[in-house]
T-cell receptor
Framework: DTAVSQTPKYLVTQMGNDKSIKCEQN?????MYWYKQDSKKFLKIMFS???????INETVPNRFSPKSPDKAHLNLHINSLELGDSAVYFC?????????????FGPGTRLLVL | RKEVEQDPGPFNVPEGATVAFNCTYS??????FFWYRQDCRKEPKLLMS???SGNEDGRFTAQLNRASQYISLLIRDSKLSDSATYLC????????????FGQGTTLQVKP
């Protein structure tokens, strides 16, 4: 009965590789997000989609490309991985994009780039 | 200046203690405020929203001072299970759903 799920949970890969992380929510929410939590524990928004439309696109290298095939899924593809991409990536969803909406987070994907 | 600032701690307290965390935010146009809790190696989860009049949920009390751009969380009668990182969160006024997270304050409750 997982509300927001992500795969894989762990990802260890070499510099220069391309990898994808998948996210799915079964809450019927319209809005989904990708966050990055670095080693200093800061959680920062990367992207958001509302009903498959890109809403937030923070200053993220264009090696990162989100894709939302439908409103229940938001995937993140990363090209040419770099050491600095090592972090925990969290997917989240909310009913809408209103300012009072609660965001529900997935369990995170721990990415280590060697 | 960070958009949301918190003392990272750690705060080490005995069971039963009362502990308070503070947070300041830089954008006076922010309208919504939250405390999220993050356990070690887990995802953040909403603990409580923070309202202008202050609000309480069991042992937890949140306060907001808009004039000072200051948010607080008070935990009474600390339990071992309260050990976690508490994230102060503020909405971005852009109305896109963007949340701005503080670095978090780590609480360790000892027996």
């Amino acid at each position: 009965d997982t509300a927001v799920s992500q795969t894989p949970k762990y990802l260890v890969t070499q510099m220069g590789n391309d990898k994808s992380i998948k996210c799915e929510q079964n809450l019927g929410h319209d809005t989904m997000y990708w966050y990055k939590q670095d080693s200093k524990k800061f959680l920062k928004i990367m992207f958001s989609y509302n009903n498959k439309e890109l809403i937030i696109n923070e200053t993220v290298p264009n090696r990162f490309s989100p894709k939302s095939p439908d409103k229940a899924h938001l995937n993140l593809h990363i090209n040419s991985l770099e050491l600095g991409d090592s972090a925990v990536y969290f997917c989240a969803s909310s009913q809408g994009q209103g300012r009072s909406e609660t965001q529900y987070f997935g369990p995170g994907t721990r990415l280590l780039v060697l | 200046r960070k958009e949301v600032e918190q003392d990272p701690g750690p705060f080490n307290v005995p069971e039963g203690a009362t502990v308070a965390f503070n947070c300041t935010y830089s954008n006076s146009a922010s309208q919504s405020f939250f405390w999220y809790r993050q356990d070690c190696r887990k995802e953040p989860k909403l603990l409580m929203s923070v309202y202008s009049s202050g609000n309480e949920d069991g042992r937890f009390t949140a306060q907001l001072n808009r004039a000072s751009q200051y948010i607080s969380l008070l935990i009474r009668d600390s339990k071992l299970s309260d050990s976690a990182t508490y994230l102060c969160v503020v909405n971005d006024p852009s109305n896109t759903g963007k949340l701005i997270f503080g670095q978090g304050t780590t609480l360790q409750v000892k027996p």
